[in-house]
């Protein structure tokens, strides 16, 4: 693939993802405010306990073959075939055993409702399950727009049957339905926008082949499952569903930033930095570029949503019911705002097929979290999390250590690349922190704020001559 090639299909992927990740932001945003307005936090809580549950069942019914057809170079359509029968077999038999489990779940929690909850939640996997390898065809051949019309029509769609449900009094009904319905509607476009369909006869040979593979990045997203969700675990069990409400809440809207971010670079990051594996310099300059990129956006969209933080809820939830969730939402946002660094460092690994070593990184970084969990529990529920972010910060320097043995990438080069974005954002922010302190109502606050943040850091970004400021705006005006 030559540079030029490299470049356009690295701008076509950023800019779709940018549109498919935006449009989603917007649509979550909006039927998200409606859905605080219409139920409180312990419906949210209730359904936020099987976090946990849903997020491993999907793992083991993935097995990380999805992320293998995505790192193969050349690829048949029995190797399609042998990953969409295997997950077709995996999503009944979990979906059966989960079932059965019900009980088991309910009981841990003290709570009966969740038997009928989860036992329909749990379909949200089962029916997702079956568009496993079509998701893998579409992302391997950088289909963004393609991609971004399946996510945006789903998160639409169910989103619309959530609302209804919750006008007509479902409750915690409607949050469960409606992600239920997100999987299904998401699975019925992939079968149309895919190329790719399955056959009747199923070789499952070419598994083995991916095995060494998958099986690494299988064990690995288990295990960052647990770590991820043992917040929602500990809260159900000896908090009230209010807590848990807050907390899931506070993950959410600090995640949808951090989704625009890696739906931007997500789409582009793992099938890039794969086709030009063979070439160290061109995967340097490509993971650099990237850097400054993500830096660019996720600095002032995600530490910008910590600053407003309070008002924010206060305005979205119509009212003081949400302000708890101010202290999670920013502790979030911290992570969220440099979690793409995450994503770049271990697409980067993957690409080099060095499984072990993002398995080996995941279980020992998680393994410390634990640990640190442990000691910090009797202090406090925020206690707890703060520590888990510090966490997360520092086990950059663990990828970043591997990362560079591969591609002899330096720390001060990653620190120029990221850094600039940081320094700008905040003097943004305090800036706009001084000017609207004196402003009461929460309505101008808010709106001030924002405004003031972005014309200044728009205005530092372009007088500082960027060369990836230049190159987004150059993007954008041949779109036009």
């Not at 859905?35 to 312990?42: D, E, N």
């Not at 409607?174 to 019925?188: D, M, R």
């Not at 086709?275 to 990129?293: H, P, T, Y």
């Amino acid at each position: 693939m030559s540079e030029e090639t490299l470049k356009n299909k690295t701008a076509r992927g950023l800019f779709w993802g940018g549109i498919s990740s935006g449009t989603q932001q917007i649509i979550q945003v909006v039927f998200g405010v409606i859905m605080l307005r219409l139920l409180g936090p312990k419906e949210f809580g209730i359904v936020g306990m099987l976090s946990i549950f849903t997020m491993i069942a999907t793992n083991i019914q993935d097995s990380g073959f999805t992320l293998a057809l995505i790192n193969k170079k050349t690829i048949q359509h029995k190797d399609y075939n042998a990953v969409f029968g295997f997950n077709i077999i995996i999503s009944i038999i979990l979906y059966l055993c989960l079932w059965g489990a019900a009980p088991v779940i309910a009981n841990y929690f003290e709570r009966p409702a969740l038997i009928p909850i989860s036992r329909v939640l749990f379909l949200s996997f089962l029916f997702g399950g079956i568009g496993i390898a079509q998701h893998a065809y579409i992302v391997k051949n950088i289909m963004v727009k393609e991609k971004a019309k399946i996510e945006i029509s789903a998160l639409f769609l169910s989103g619309l049957i959530g609302i209804l449900l919750a006008l007509t009094g479902f409750t915690y009904w409607a949050i469960v339905i409606q992600n239920v319905s997100y999987f299904t509607i998401a699975t019925l476009i992939r079968w149309y926008y895919s190329p790719w369909k399955p056959t009747l006869h199923i070789d499952f040979s070419p598994l083995k082949a991916m095995f060494l593979f998958s099986i690494k990045i299988f064990l690995t997203a288990i295990f960052a499952k647990i770590i991820e969700n043992i917040f929602s675990v500990l809260l159900g069990k000896y908090y009230k569903e209010e807590m848990v409400g807050y907390y899931t809440q506070g993950n959410k809207w600090s995640t949808m930033g951090g989704a625009f971010i890696s739906g931007m670079i997500g789409n582009v990051a793992m099938p890039i930095l794969t086709q030009i594996s063979d070439d160290k310099e061109r995967q340097r300059n490509a993971l650099r570029k990237m850097f400054r990129f993500g830096a660019f956006v996720s600095f002032p969209l995600l530490l910008g949503l910590a600053f407003v933080g309070k008002e924010f809820l206060f305005i979205i939830g119509g009212g003081d019911k949400w302000i708890p969730v101010t202290p999670f939402l920013q502790l979030f946002c911290i992570w969220n705002s440099i979690l793409f660094i995450y994503y770049l460092y271990t697409s980067l690994l993957l690409t080099h097929h060095k499984s072990d070593i993002y398995m080996t990184g995941t279980i020992l970084i998680g393994s410390v979290q634990l640990i640190a969990l442990m000691i910090m529990f009797k202090y406090g529920i925020f206690e707890m999390f703060v520590v888990y972010v510090i966490i997360n910060i520092l086990s950059l320097l663990f990828w970043h250590f591997h990362t560079n043995k591969l591609i002899d990438i330096k720390l001060l080069h990653v620190m120029k690349d990221i850094v600039p974005f940081g320094l700008m954002t905040l003097i943004s922010i305090g800036i706009a922190w001084f000017a609207t302190k004196q402003i009461d109502n929460t309505y101008i606050r808010l709106a001030a704020k924002i405004f003031i943040t972005a014309s200044i850091y728009i205005g530092i970004a372009w007088g500082s001559k960027s060369i990836i400021v230049r190159e987004c705006f150059d993007f954008l005006l041949r779109k036009k």
